[in-house]
């Protein structure tokens, strides 16, 4: 069982309540280290910005630079590197209004939490593990 299946579950319960679910693009949801560096190195750099938020990779610091979201450094290890890189995390698009009404009161059923509250209501993390969640056990019979 695995994270995918936990976000097919997912999307079927919130099709059922009329909520469509999908992530804001293919690279939204498992990025290699190559997607994660390239996506990375679009929106930072190293040249300072005052004010902007930094992020230290390979020993250098980097900016974000305006009207940009933030990433995680394409750092390979578990620890700090994105949780898309591991394949447990979705941005979800459109998180806003009755979708993410939607998402506040169910995602904790199918084993999804968000990391960066509430700077980033679009970035939810599957942090069930091997503890599968009952609502995801029961799609997961009707397949
Ligand atoms: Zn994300």
Known sequence: MCAADAWEAMEAAAKLDGINL?????????????????GFMQRYQ???????STRTYNGVKYYLKP????LAAPN??????SKHMLGVAVDVAGSN????EWM?????KFGWSWEVVPDE?????????????????????TK
């Open 22 to 38: 999908a992530p804001s693009s293919v690279g939204d949801m498992f990025r290699s280290i190559a997607q994660q560096k390239a």
């Open 46 to 52: 190293t040249d300072e910005i005052v004010n902007a």
């Open 97 to 100: 209004g009755e979708r993410l």
């Open 104 to 108: 506040f009161n169910n995602v904790a």
């Open 121 to 141: 209501p679009w970035h939810l993390r599957y942090v069930a593990g091997d503890n599968i969640p009952e609502a995801v056990t029961a799609w997961l019979q």
């Open 67 to 70: 009207k940009n979201a933030p």
């Open 76 to 81: 390979d290890d578990a620890k700090t590197c």
